[in-house]
């Protein structure tokens, strides 16, 4: 009996780590349906190739304007001006990056899960695209 219930919990604890998880498009097929950004935008990729920490999932802040959370195995995307921008997420701290954004190629920002004293931390690294693309091309759309 013990060892049903103990199945039964961890089935449960696998069922709801994976619905915490991404579940659109995957990246190549989502980015092939965009148009370029609009005349003088430039464009932001978050992504979290993780699923550590599958529970939080803090919102992503560009510039104090909510974009999207940190979805573990999930990306989206923003559209903002070129020059200098902060990224920011919010579990017990603060997190801040400041990345550079062009109108002439995209921008990649990974969401790191690091540990922390009561819950994770969701960490914003500004990446380059050979960086970036092993990761994206496996996620999903974070909706």
């Not at 961890?10 to 609009?38: D, F, I, V």
């Not at 974009?67 to 559209?79: D, I, K, N």
């Not at 922390?116 to 690294?125: D, N, S």
Request: net charge positive; aromatic share 6%; glycine share 10%.
């Amino acid at each position: 009996m013990k060892k049903q219930q103990s199945l039964i919990i961890l089935a449960s604890a696998c069922a709801a780590m994976l619905s915490g998880c991404a579940g659109g498009p995957k990246y190549t097929e989502y980015r092939s349906t965009l148009q370029p950004p609009s005349a003088g935008q430039g464009r932001i990729w978050f992504f979290r190739p993780s699923a550590g920490g599958a529970a939080v999932q803090p919102e992503v802040k560009l510039d104090g304007r909510v974009v999207g959370r940190a979805v573990p195995h999930g990306f989206f995307h923003a559209e903002t001006t070129p020059g200098a921008h902060e990224v920011s997420t919010t579990t017990e701290w603060t997190h801040k990056k400041t990345v550079m954004v062009s109108a002439t190629a995209d921008t990649y920002v990974r969401l790191n899960m690091m540990l922390g004293l009561f819950v994770g931390h969701v960490v914003p690294e500004e990446v380059t695209k050979s960086q970036a693309l092993p990761k994206i091309t496996k996620l999903r759309l974070a909706q």
